[in-house]
């Protein structure tokens, strides 16, 4: 069978292909065996290199940095999709005094490196001193309830992270709503308006609802970015799951070395187990959401035989 991208290969295209698919399967098992090797020569998996994790300091520290990461992820989970949703809307608005900004906020915000904009933020000086003052009011004004939120949430390093990562997947997730909104068919805004609605009503109830269910897959797959933007935090020694782990691979040794490899094999499944409750999360969502039907509060956009077009009714 062959169509006009793809011919189906005859005998000899199907023996040379399996032959490359083996030679291939063996290079990268041989290379395999070859790194498993190496690291067992240097004692990368001897029991001396897991005691450390057998330790309630060890565990804890983990467990820190572990909740540290979805600290930051949640807070840059929330402002990226407010700050999107603010920019979407003022990219399809009418008006060019809001449309050029928000259009250059944009552009700029994902052309600048994250890790960049991380760096630069954190050695800012009204960041420090905002975080500071913030701080000092919570502790006086609201007592035991703000101290909690001073010790837990008044850090520099992290909303230095937190504020690079909003920007950042803000300006993506405003693209993946422009485009969202760009994809809803044009009579849905004509119906609205022959019913009388405003731009503003027409953008909040009828456009921006029916583009978030149609990029919801993109928009969980921005939210899985940002849950790995988080470990960009070391670099400023924010002490979420990377920095924890590269501490106790660090001051951690042992006769055989420093668990590097251990730690790596630690810390990689937790966060692949945290992108995967996301991913198992958006998939179920989106299961939902194709059996949802959006309806225009208690307005139907499509008006009924008996109902006049405005330009009918008297004054």
Not at 251 to 271: D, E, F, K, Q
């Amino acid at each position: 069978m062959s169509s006009v991208l793809f011919d189906t290969p005859g005998p000899r295209a199907r023996r040379r292909n399996l032959l490359l698919g083996v030679v291939a399967t063996a290079g990268v098992g041989a290379l395999t065996a070859y790194v498993i090797v190496r690291l067992v020569d240097a004692g990368q998996f001897t029991a001396e290199m897991w005691e450390a994790f057998a330790y309630d300091g060890v565990q804890r520290r983990i467990f820190i940095g572990a909740v540290d990461t979805v600290k930051a992820f949640a807070l840059g989970v929330f402002f990226s999709l407010l700050l999107g949703l603010l920019l979407a809307t003022g990219r399809l608005s009418d008006h060019r005094v809001v449309r050029w900004p928000a259009t250059a906020l944009v552009e700029f915000f994902r052309a600048m490196p994250l890790l960049i904009m991380i760096f630069a933020l954190y050695n800012t000086g009204w960041l420090r001193s905002c975080v500071a003052t913030v701080a000092r009011f919570l502790r006086t004004e609201l007592g035991g309830a703000g101290t909690w939120l001073a010790d837990n949430f008044a850090s520099p390093t992290l909303w230095a992270l937190v504020i690079g990562i909003a920007l950042y997947n803000g300006s993506v997730q405003a693209e993946i709503l422009r485009a969202g909104a760009g994809a809803v068919p044009r009579g849905q805004r004509e119906a609205a308006y022959a019913l009388g609605m405003r731009k503003t009503q027409v953008t909040v109830e009828v456009v921006l609802p029916q583009a978030v269910r149609a990029m919801l897959p993109s928009i969980v797959s921005q939210i899985v970015v940002t849950l790995k933007d988080t470990s960009l935090g070391f670099v400023i020694a924010y002490e979420e799951l990377l920095y924890a782990g590269k501490l106790l691979a660090q001051n951690t040794a042992t006769p055989s070395g420093y668990p590097y490899i251990p730690v790596l094999l630690v810390v990689g499944p937790m966060y692949i187990g945290m992108c995967l409750t996301l991913s198992t999360f958006a998939r179920r969502l989106a299961r939902r959401g194709r059996q949802w039907r959006p309806v225009l509060r208690s307005r139907s956009l499509t008006p009924t035989l008996t109902e006049k077009p405005r330009s009918q009714i008297a004054p």
